[in-house]
């Protein structure tokens, strides 16, 4: 599979890595032996890179991850993990002392020494401008407890304020044909900088797999049940922020473009790969034969000037109004 470099962290990485928020939680369940198969078919079909949270079923898919590098020492995997929603999401936990905490929970979690990447967890927005907080980070990184660290943010605003400070490594932000707005200024001013660009929820939480109606329903312990109104976290992290019946019948549009033989999937991941400034998408798998599929994107030819003119129309005329001016 295609590498590229993530951002200041110097090491190069999958295009198509995995997303692992669904083998801890939210998600429907998934048991051990289902995370670890789907932990495996990625690694065999070329995904390098890991995203996970301290936060993903209280650490559980840190844990699962863990117990699949100890399973296959010398894979060299990339794993990026998350810290800072466990605890309130107040600005004044975000010190050196909780950091450490957290860290360290991580690191026995992974099985590991030092953390490739830890990524502020979507944290207040003014985290990202408090010095303090990125005085801390670096003195983790001097500790040697991470290698590097980053940000997740859930707005554009955010993302630009992170790429300013010179120790960030990488940004991880929603992207997907309909969540198009960090193409503006978000990417360019990644590049610019060195700063790698994780994109997370390219399938718009499934809406762009093309697999679900307006009859569709979803598990009680499924986000895409109850968050549907933001009552749990941001509101744009399901279905990104696109009310259902509308993505149903956008994400229909969109996979009627397609030629035959490319499945709506797999050309949302290609798009979301095909964007200059994108380091690395982050889909999630329950299955095996999805996180297969996912890293088969990465194969795909670049999308055609037709198919992404008509996704830039689809996005202009449905989805803009409802979420350009809100992330």
């Known amino acids: 599979m295609e590498q590229r470099v993530l951002g200041r962290t110097e090491r190069s990485v999958s295009v198509v890595g995995l997303g692992t928020w669904q083998l801890g939680a939210d998600w429907g369940q998934v048991d051990e032996a289902a995370a670890q198969a789907v932990l495996a078919s990625a690694v065999e079909a070329g995904v390098t890179l890991l995203d996970t949270a301290d936060v993903y079923g209280d650490g559980r898919s840190e844990q699962l991850i863990g117990r699949f590098l100890a399973d296959n020492p010398g894979s060299d995997l990339f794993v990026a993990t998350k810290m800072g929603r466990r605890a309130p999401l107040d600005p004044a936990q975000y010190t050196l002392d909780n950091f450490r905490a957290w860290v360290d929970r991580s690191r026995s979690n992974l099985g590991v020494d030092r953390l490739d990447l830890v990524q502020l967890h979507c944290p207040p927005t003014p985290v990202y401008s408090t010095a303090g907080v990125f005085d801390a980070l670096d003195t983790l990184v001097a500790e040697e407890r991470i290698a590097a660290y980053g940000v997740s ?165 449905r989805i803009r109004p409802l979420v350009h001016d809100r992330w």
């Not at 300013?164 to 929603?174: E, F, K, L, W």
């Not at 990104?240 to 229909?252: I, K, R």
């Not at 034969?289 to 194969?299: I, L, M, P």
């Open 153 to 317: 943010v859930e707005t554009c605003d955010e993302a630009l304020t992170a790429i300013g400070r010179p120790g960030v490594a990488s940004v991880q932000i929603i992207l997907n044909a309909f969540r198009r707005k960090p193409l503006e200024a978000v990417l360019p001013a990644a590049r610019e900088a060195g700063v790698g660009i994780i994109a997370r929820v390219p399938l718009a939480s499934g809406l762009l797999s093309g697999r679900y109606s307006l009859e569709s329903t979803f598990a009680p312990d499924d986000h895409r049940a109850f968050n549907r109104d933001g009552s749990a976290f941001d509101v744009g992290e399901t279905f990104s922020g696109v009310d259902f019946a509308t993505g149903v019948s956008a994400a229909q549009e969109f996979a009627a473009l397609l030629p035959e033989g490319l499945t709506p999937a797999e050309a949302a991941l290609r798009w979301v790969i095909d964007q200059p400034g994108v380091t690395t998408v982050i889909p999630g798998a329950r299955s095996t034969e999805q996180a297969r599929s996912n890293a088969a994107a990465a194969e795909r030819a670049p999308l055609s000037s037709e198919v992404s003119e008509g996704v830039q129309a689809i996005y202009d005329t």
